[in-house]
Antibody, heavy 117, light 107 residues
Framework: EVQLVESGGGLVQPGGSLRLSCAAS????????MSWVRQAPGKGLEWVAN????????YYVDSVKGRFTVSRDNTENSLYLQMDSLRTEDTAVYYC??????????WGQGTLVTVSS | EIVMTQSPATLSVSPGERATLSCRAS??????LAWYQQKPGQAPRLLIY???NRATGIPARFSGSGSGTEFTLTISSLQSEDFAVYYC?????????FGQGTKVEIE
């Protein structure tokens, strides 16, 4: 059974940093693209970033470029999102997803990031 | 960036009736269109990909159609568990973008 479990969310002040993790199990992690998708409270979905199977390609939505870094550790079956220079508009539930041909086929349950002073 | 527009914002339907949800892209996305269902407090779930292909385990009452810029998700006979928010997403052009969602509620 595919499982994706996010962690690392919490309350952080504007300008601060946070690192999210996503622990994957039930599939061969190293053979899939992975994505981060976020959802602000009461709002819709926004794709944030994704990373190729071997980590050699990464893509970001413009609003997080230069502030967020996606990475992975295939030996630990884990996906990460390093978030720096956080803004209040980054407040959201962050989901990790397993991609198949660019489709977010499986999703974790999400972790809440709140950016507030 | 491709803008995805869903209509209506809210759809009130009685159980057993048909629901038709629309999604329009600001430019052609070919058939690179997915539909997701999200219930309160839960993660989204993939329903349809490639405009009309049902994901694993999705009931046959869910069907997708369209190509280019106009897409439709049809739920043939609404069950109680189908009342949720539905999102379309294009994955033809970076960045991938979602519509704002259609809430299907009980009439």
């Amino acid at each position: 059974e595919v499982q994706l479990v996010e962690s690392g969310g919490g309350l952080v002040q504007p300008g601060g940093s946070l690192r999210l993790s996503c622990a994957a199990s039930g599939f061969t992690f190293s053979t899939y693209w992975m994505s981060w998708v976020r959802q602000a409270p009461g709002k819709g979905l926004e794709w944030v970033a994704n990373i190729k199977e071997d980590g050699s390609e990464k893509y970001y939505v413009d609003s997080v470029k230069g502030r967020f870094t996606v990475s992975r550790d295939n030996t630990e079956n884990s996906l990460y999102l390093q978030m720096d220079s956080l803004r209040t508009e980054d407040t959201a539930v962050y989901y990790c997803a397993r991609d198949e041909l660019s489709i977010h086929y499986y999703w974790g349950q999400g972790t809440l990031v709140t950016v507030s002073s | 960036e491709i803008v995805m527009t869903q209509s209506p914002a809210t759809l009130s339907v009685s159980p057993g009736e048909r629901a038709t949800l629309s999604c329009r892209a600001s430019q052609s996305v070919s058939s690179k269109l997915a539909w997701y269902q999200q219930k309160p407090g839960q993660a989204p779930r993939l329903l349809i990909y490639g405009a009309f292909n049902r994901a694993t385990g999705i009931p046959a009452r869910f069907s997708g159609s369209g190509s280019g810029t106009e897409f439709t998700l049809t739920i043939s006979s609404l069950q109680s568990e189908d009342f949720a928010v539905y999102y379309c997403q294009q994955y033809n052009n970076w960045p991938w973008t979602f519509g704002q969602g259609t809430k299907v509620e009980i009439e």
